[in-house]
């Protein structure tokens, strides 16, 4: 009976581990919201897109 329910346990524990993963950042380039034209350096202004997830795997997005 042990040995079922250890096997039980870690069979979920390893769904668990195996949910959704957090998406990679990405970068949507756009028009910058001032002028920038005297600046020195190069600037690329666009829209960052990151992952909120802020509970475990198994929490919806």
Do not use: W
Not at 16 to 43: E, L, Q, R, W
């Amino acid at each position: 009976m042990r040995l079922i329910l250890g096997a039980a346990l870690a069979a979920s524990a390893l769904a668990m581990a195996s949910g959704a993963h957090a998406a990679a950042p990405k970068f949507t380039p756009g028009p910058c919201a001032g002028d920038y034209s005297g600046v020195a350096n190069t600037i690329q202004c666009g829209v960052l897109t990151v992952d909120e997830t802020r509970g475990g795997p198994g929490v919806r997005r």
